[in-house]
Nanobody, 123 residues
């Protein structure tokens, strides 16, 4: 089971980006999926989360600017980021609480992390 994040890049302040994170492999179910942000020199922080039934949560600094969504058929979570600010710069990581199986067919369960995608917002 792997999570692959994509969509990062360089954008001017006020611009938009859409991040994607796809879970691949043998997946039986995914509970919640989250996006985290790690600014340079700082700890990783939760940005937004979404449950399997579509309930969402956001940290205050992104409310009204970011939207998290998911496509359960594709095991993919998205983060639409609008009105980007320089302080949004950093690496964005996705994670998912899932149940799946490894290559040997052994059941794996718990939180899996993607590799991160870099977002740079210039002023």
């Amino acid at each position: 089971v792997q999570l692959q994040a994509s969509g990062g890049g360089l954008v001017q302040a006020g611009g938009s980006l859409r991040l994607s994170c796809a879970a691949s492999g043998t997946i039986y179910s995914i509970n919640y999926m989250d996006w985290y942000h790690q600014a340079p020199g700082k700890l990783r922080e939760l940005v937004a989360g979404i449950t399997s039934d579509g309930s969402t949560t956001y940290t205050d600094s992104v409310k009204g600017r970011f939207t998290i969504s998911r496509d359960n058929a594709k095991n993919t979570v998205y983060l639409q980021m609008n009105s980007l600010k320089p302080e949004d710069t950093g690496v964005y990581y996705c994670n998912a609480d899932l149940v799946g199986a490894d290559g040997a067919g052994t059941v794996v369960a718990g939180i899996h992390w993607g590799q991160g995608t870099l977002v740079t917002v210039s002023s």
